[in-house]
Every structure is written in structure tokens, then in C-alpha cells.
């Protein structure tokens, strides 16, 4: 997509998909009621801060290249979304990053309180769960690659994924880390949810196991070069640009790509990664021109 018409079709339908997860993430929603109804309020107000809505949007179009026709899909974009949302709540609580702007708004915490704001979180992520075993009541005769796509879940999320990659960022904080300490941490902490969201829709698309072990290589390529490609907006870009504060890393002492190898080689890395995710892309059955403009963005975003 090279012409300045291509992409504008493509940020009209990246628009559209957008408007649709929104909708769901609307129906999966709990509903403010109970003594404990602030909670579902933090959550709502959590969850619909606005976003690209990246994750449930990959796991769409990975479903669409196997021409999937599965109901259960709907309820795991909503629960990958909620457990990408718990963990960015949880990452700007005062222990943890301490940003008070998140998407160009306060963060949860700044606005309930860091007590809710450590339960939105906690909340998000098991009423996550809840959701995806809806998936069982809505389609019982898949409950075989439904089984299999709560156990992808669970572990990209788990201490093998996402929360063990933020265990070693948090460790390692204030210290010179090594490349293959970083390459962990990006591969758990930002990669991991990623490929959760490819692997499922391929799994609920009926994808061979063989496909989602290339989707899962895909993944894992585009979220170390999105991170990368953080790394560098954290240096390059501005705050009102990217709807949260800039120099962060510099500010909590993180070392980065940029730290580590200077801004020209994180770009030529991210540059590598986006080639080879575009190579896996082209091998499997399926084709998905949006997709793979997708993936390109995401390697090499502005904002």
C-alpha cells in the first residue's frame, strides 16, 4: 500500500474495525450495579479510554486468513483487550511507572484513587476470564480449540508471558541490562499478548498446528519491533503526539534499544523484524492484504 489513496482506505477500514471492537468490548462490559458498582465504573472507564484497539483487531483478520466462521471469537477479543487494559493500569500505578496521562486522559488511579486503581486492574483481568468461558455456552461443539485458545491466553499472560516479562523489566530497573536480558523482557512483556491475539484467531479460524506455531514466529517479530519502535518515540516523539508522557525510560532509568544501540540500529532492527514478519505472513494459506498493512504499521508507527 503505497499510494496516498491505499492508505487512506486503510485508516478508513482500520476506523470501521475499530467501531465494531468497540461495540463489543460495550456488550462484554459488566454492568454498574451492587454496593461495589465504582468498580465496574473504573473498569468501563478503563477499558473505553479510547486505543487502536490493536490486539483484538490482530485476532480478527489472523481468523479471517483461515475464513473462520466461529461465534466464540467475540468474547476473547473482549477478554484480551480487558487483560491489555488491567496491565497498563496497573503499569502507571505510582509503584510502577507513575504516569498520570494515559491516551491523552488521567490515568485510573489519578482519577479513583490508587486503591481502585489496583482493583480495576485485579478486575479486568478475571472478569477477562469470565468472558472467554462464555465462548464454551456459545459454541460447546468447539470446545476443543476454545480449551485450547484459554490455555494460549492464559499463558501469554501469565509468569511465561506478559506479567514475567514486567517482573524482570521492574527487577532490572535502574540497571544497565544486557541485549538478551532486553530481548526476554520484550519478547514476555509486549510480544506475548500479540501473540496471544494471532494464535487464538488462528486456532479459532481451525488453523494447523503447524500455522499457529508461524503465527506465534509472526507475533512475536511484530511485537519486538512495535516495542522497539516505543523505545524510539519515547526519544523522538512529543507527549501531545503520543497521549502519554515522553522521555519515561530516560526518567525511570530504563535501558532500551535506544540506550543500548543508539536510535539509526533500533531502526534498522525494527526494519529486520517487520521483513521477516512479512516473509511468515506470505507462507500461509490464506491471504489478508489488510493484515499485513496492519503489521506494517505497527512496526512503524508515529503515534
Request: aromatic share 6%; net charge negative; charged share 25%.
Amino acid at each position: 500500500m503505497n499510494s496516498n489513496n491505499n492508505i487512506q482506505d486503510f485508516q478508513k477500514q482500520m476506523k470501521q474495525k475499530v467501531q465494531k471492537i468497540e461495540d463489543i468490548l460495550q456488550e462484554y462490559l459488566p454492568k454498574q450495579r451492587g454496593y461495589q458498582s465504582v468498580i465496574m465504573e473504573a473498569m468501563g472507564y478503563s477499558l473505553l479510554a479510547g486505543g487502536k484497539r490493536l490486539r483484538p483487531m490482530l485476532m480478527q483478520e489472523t481468523f479471517c486468513l483461515y475464513d473462520g466462521t466461529s461465534k466464540a471469537l467475540r468474547p476473547f477479543m473482549a477478554a484480551l483487550e480487558m487483560i491489555h487494559t488491567y496491565s497498563l493500569v496497573h503499569d502507571d500505578l505510582p509503584a510502577m511507572d507513575n504516569d498520570e496521562y494515559r491516551r491523552g486522559r488521567k490515568t485510573t488511579h489519578i482519577v479513583y484513587g490508587e486503591d481502585m486503581g489496583i482493583l480495576a486492574g485485579d478486575a479486568l483481568l478475571n472478569y477477562a476470564f469470565e468472558t472467554a468461558f462464555r465462548a464454551f455456552v456459545i459454541e460447546p461443539e468447539k470446545s476443543l480449540s476454545i480449551g485450547r485458545a484459554l490455555a494460549v491466553l492464559g499463558e501469554k499472560a501469565g509468569i511465561y508471558g506478559m506479567i514475567g516479562g514486567q517482573v524482570i523489566d521492574v527487577k532490572e530497573t535502574g540497571h544497565t541490562v544486557a541485549k538478551d536480558v532486553l530481548d526476554t523482557i520484550y519478547r514476555l512483556k509486549t510480544a506475548a499478548l500479540i501473540e496471544a491475539a494471532m494464535m487464538i484467531g488462528a486456532i479459532l479460524g481451525g488453523a494447523s498446528e503447524e500455522d499457529v506455531k508461524k503465527v506465534e514466529r509472526i507475533a512475536e517479530y511484530v511485537g519486538v519491533a512495535f516495542q522497539i519502535q516505543d523505545d524510539i518515540l519515547d526519544v523522538t516523539s512529543t507527549s501531545e503526539v503520543l497521549g502519554k508522557p515522553v522521555h519515561s525510560d530516560e526518567k525511570n532509568e530504563k535501558t532500551t534499544y535506544v540506550t543500548l544501540m543508539g536510535i539509526d540500529e533500533a531502526k534498522k532492527e525494527v526494519e529486520r523484524l517487520s521483513n521477516e514478519a512479512i516473509t511468515l505472513l506470505h507462507q500461509l494459506p490464506g491471504k489478508n492484504a489488510f493484515l499485513e498493512e496492519l503489521l506494517l504499521q505497527l512496526s512503524h508507527r508515529d503515534k
